[in-house]
């Protein structure tokens, strides 16, 4: 019984967490543009009032931040945690950690060309595996990417091979790639934004580990 209550709460910090994350991504952008224009217009003292609530606000963030840390340490299951603060994605079981693989963060910030643009984020909170990609599968990259990276849009915006091999899609539409050898990612110096690039050498290590539906913790 204790276990099933204990499984039972689990899944609705999880559930919680999860919303509480959706809710920040989408309104993220806008509050920074919302934020700017009303300070503007602020005195003084209710510029120091309102930097007190978000800072509130901020340490209530990171506080949930951290309990998914420890939540997906209390996951018996197999699971991967990616670290955007430390730059690392992990396999880990509980607090067993299988592989470390060192992780490039795709930046946040807003693409596309005005007025359709949209405010790409640092992805954060839990997700699950929804495809595992193979060498053949034709995976479709945004038209901004092509636009970011200075690039005409093709008609075309889907080939194998132009997320590496063996990357991985979560839900909410993080990308998990390795530097490929063709398309508008096979630049070294180029991270999608918003995904996570990893060693084609360790995601391969990884890979027979992975199955859709597996957990994705980010924080």
Do not use: C
Not at 76 to 90: E, F, G, I, P, R
Request: aromatic share 6%.
């Amino acid at each position: 019984m204790r276990v099933r209550r204990r499984s039972l709460l689990l899944v609705l910090l999880l559930l919680a967490i999860g919303l509480f994350d959706g809710f920040l991504l989408l309104r993220r952008a806008r509050y920074r543009e919302e934020s700017t224009r009303l300070r503007a217009g602020m005195s003084t003292l209710e510029r120091t009032r309102a930097d007190a609530i978000v800072s509130a606000q901020a340490d209530r963030a990171e506080l949930m931040l951290e309990l998914m840390r420890r939540q997906a340490e209390g996951d018996d299951a197999l699971h991967l945690a990616v670290s955007t603060d430390s730059a690392y994605l992990a396999l880990d079981r509980g607090a067993a950690r299988l592989r470390e693989i060192k992780a490039l963060i795709g930046p946040e910030r807003r693409v596309g060309l005005a007025p359709d643009t949209v405010h790409v984020v640092i992805p954060r909170g839990v997700r699950a595996v929804q495809r595992l990609l193979t060498t053949s599968d034709r995976y479709e990259l945004p038209a901004w990417v092509w636009i970011d990276r200075g690039l005409p849009v093709p008609a075309v915006r889907a080939d194998s091979g132009w997320v590496g091999r063996g990357a991985i899609v979560t839900s909410g539409g993080t990308l998990i790639y390795a530097l490929p050898a063709s398309g508008p990612l096979a630049d070294s110096t180029y991270v999608m934004p918003g995904s996570i690039r990893v060693p084609a050498v360790d995601l391969a290590a990884i890979r027979e580990n992975l199955s859709p539906g597996m957990r994705v913790y980010f924080f």
